[in-house]
């Protein structure tokens, strides 16, 4: 038998042992995805259609339509809220996050002295970046007190948001400036990993890009636009996508879904929210590739 | 005469650029250490310099009674040796078991395979949130299609152990399991076919093509993923604090520390200063943090290196 199995195994071309192995080499995930990630996909589906009762011989789960849906967006007081406002977020922070790590990744890609230690310190967010450390951050009254008693950053704010309105620039840009100012840590704490992805694109262009365009007399800025924008162009997608699954993992909305789970003991309607929350990023993330598909340029 | 003109002016140009770029980068790294600068600072001070006008960074009468305290309510040694069994688990299991599936969905095609990978792509586009109800009652009572029943009579209770962590990492779906899977699969897709052809030719089945020669070359993606895989774990509170709610872990112990804190120090029945408490709190995020910025100290420069060398950009 055992030698009928061999002859059998090695009667096998190349291409199908390949494929053999490849079954064995994903089947570890392949039971994770099963158990962990699919069964629980349907079953949360299930819980957000039914009404869900704890009791002593376990949970009993009754069919009710879209009651836990119907109630997520018209009867709880804050669902709404939390949902456009991490919306909003991502559509705030996105762009600055993308725009701000391609360009300290170009500048960190350029010669200079104390570079290693400046990178080393960019990426240090990386590690860093924490939900809980965020949060104590966030409620330390020492870190408040410092703040405010150096002047706060409000005020250094308000006389340049001044001076560009006296410049005539439009309010919400100034709006939206005067905020990035403002939001800089937030901003620099969560684009650690997309400046690591794109000075690693930078730097698999090739220099003779760049040579053959100084050649023909293209400026710094002029081959900026138009050899390495189109060349990471790819890798803003990427780190547009990720960037925006990265900020929808963490925030209120989370917070409000695990609550109503955890502390209120509604699976159901924590699982009706997290399936809105969840289309509604869908729907983003279907709508950022089709804008970017048509824009991004790829070498082959 | 206008060629010396141009020159000078090419340099002063680069000259002023050097000054922009210095000054950026300056204030950007400043903005970066600025908080763990001030934990250090506040850290080290003495109750009695907390209202005094005349200091600000350095104090004047050092202390260490606020490590003292965070490292007593903590229950530091026992919580940092915990995390870091955790996290060294889960890390080394994760990077198995991602690395096969990796190069299994770069280089082993099989029927069905893409459609697979596009699970994969959903397990990253999924928020965590989604799935988390049913993963944590399946974790309650744990029962491999009625086999854990079989054996042991009833379902097993896997919260507040690692299992949950154990579990997932065997099974390539951890936390961000999907992006380490996804990178493994962009660095394999870019090493050569005809090494593993060569490899073939001379008389090496797949596993050993595998664990020989494709996992040797694949170092900067195996680094990538080991400092990521560890250090988010680390740092995780979604997943600790959901399964491990009465176990010593870092995130745990830090989410808890206000509360803990306001319980167990103040002096006698008059309630302690909320200051105080926030100083010996940003005491408890630098010793949460220490480890890693030691770590990484050690390592930044090879990760780096390795992060740019990987195959994330495809």
Redesign the interface.
Known sequence: MKALLKRKWGRRTYAQQKAAWGVIYVLPWLIGFVLFFFVPLLASLRYSLSSIQANAQGISIQFTGLANYIQALTVNTSFNRALIGSITDVFVNVPLIVIFSLFLAVILNQKFPGRAIARSIFFLPVILASGVIMALESTSLIEAVNQSSMGGSALGTFEIENLMLDAGLGEWVVMYLSGAVDRIYQIVSQSGVQILIFLAGIQTISPQLYEASKMEGATGYEAFWKITIPMVSPLIFVNVIYTIVDSFANNAMTTLIRDTGFVKFDFGLSSAMAWVYFVAIAVILVIVSLIFSKRVFYQD | MMISRLLSLEQWKSWLW?VV??T??TG??F???F??F?KIS?SIKDKSDLYSAVVVWIPQNFSIENFKQAIRVMDYWATLLNTFALSATTTILTTL??A??G???A?????G?NL?FA??I?????????????????LK?FDLMGLMTLIAGKPANLLNTYWPFI??A????SLK?GLY?FIFRQFFRGIPKEVEEAA?VDGA???RT?ARIMLPNAIPSIVTVLL?SF?WQW????YTT?YLTSSKVM?TQ??S??YNLAQQVSDGASKAD??YL??I??TG?LL??LP??II?LFV??Y??ES????G???
């Open positions: 050097s770029r210095f950026l980068i950007l790294s903005v970066i250490l908080p763990i001030q506040t078991s991602c096969l599936a190069y299994g969905f280089r082993l095609k099989f029927k395979s697979l699970g994969v959903l397990t990253i586009l999924v928020p965590p949130t989604t799935i988390l109800i049913p993963v944590y009652l399946n009572s579990l997932t065997i099974t390539a779906n399991a899977i073939y089945g797949i596993s595998f990521f250090v740092n995780d509170s979604f959901t995130s830090l989410s520390l206000p909320p200051f926030s100083m709190q940003d995020i949460a943090i890693l910025i990484y930044q420069r990760f780096v992060v740019e060398r990987t994330i950009v495809g």
